[in-house]
């Protein structure tokens, strides 16, 4: 009898955590290719207060060693701040209209300097942009990764109670 309450305990212990993990899983922005060159790529993302920015190498897997981040926006020089995560912070006010705004970022790496210009993409109001459709994507993404998670569980719940008669 001791095994049913622990197949239990286990599966409730899934139940719960779940939700948490699909949670933090979607906390982070979803980065969009900004502008790139012959060796670097710059991604963005609107962020809460501001915008991300992550540079990678354009091809391969090698670690790319970034020693300063630049950024212009319109002309107007923002600071760019690295994040333990890898990825560097433009603060922008919260009342700032950025899509359609060129950007442009100057990258340190290697012992060179290299500028890269995009456009930021425009905001995702009308039904017919592109944007739009990225971020429709997403949530279509976001909604089968649910689902996934849900016969995920429901799965385990159907082996608990298959154990546990076959215990009991």
């Known amino acids: 009898m001791p095994r049913v309450s622990t ?25 969009a290719p900004l502008a790139h060159s012959a ?10 207060g501001g915008l991300v920015l992550r540079v990678r190498r354009a091809a391969g897997e090698t670690p790319l060693q970034v020693s300063d981040v630049a ?10 701040v690295p ?7 433009v603060a922008r ?7 359609g705004k060129t950007l442009e970022v100057t990258v340190g790496h290697d012992g060179i ?7 930021l993409a425009a905001a995702a109001s009308a039904p017919g942009s592109a944007t739009s459709g990225a971020a429709s ?8 990764q649910i689902a996934w998670w849900i016969l995920n ?16």
């Open 137 to 144: 994507a997403l949530r279509n993404s976001s909604h089968k």
């Open 93 to 99: 006010p919260a009342d700032a209209k950025d899509g």
């Open 39 to 48: 060796l670097l790529a710059v991604d963005a993302a609107p962020a809460a």
């Open 153 to 168: 569980i429901v799965i385990v719940l159907i082996a608990a109670i298959a154990i546990s008669r076959r215990m009991g």
């Open 7 to 31: 197949a239990r305990a286990l599966a409730a212990i899934l139940i719960l955590s779940t939700p948490a993990a699909v949670l933090a899983q979607a906390a982070a922005p979803p980065l």
């Open 71 to 80: 950024v212009t926006i319109e002309g107007r020089s923002e600071p760019a």
């Open 113 to 119: 300097h290299e500028v890269l210009r995009g456009r």
């Open 83 to 89: 994040r333990a995560d890898g990825t560097w912070f």
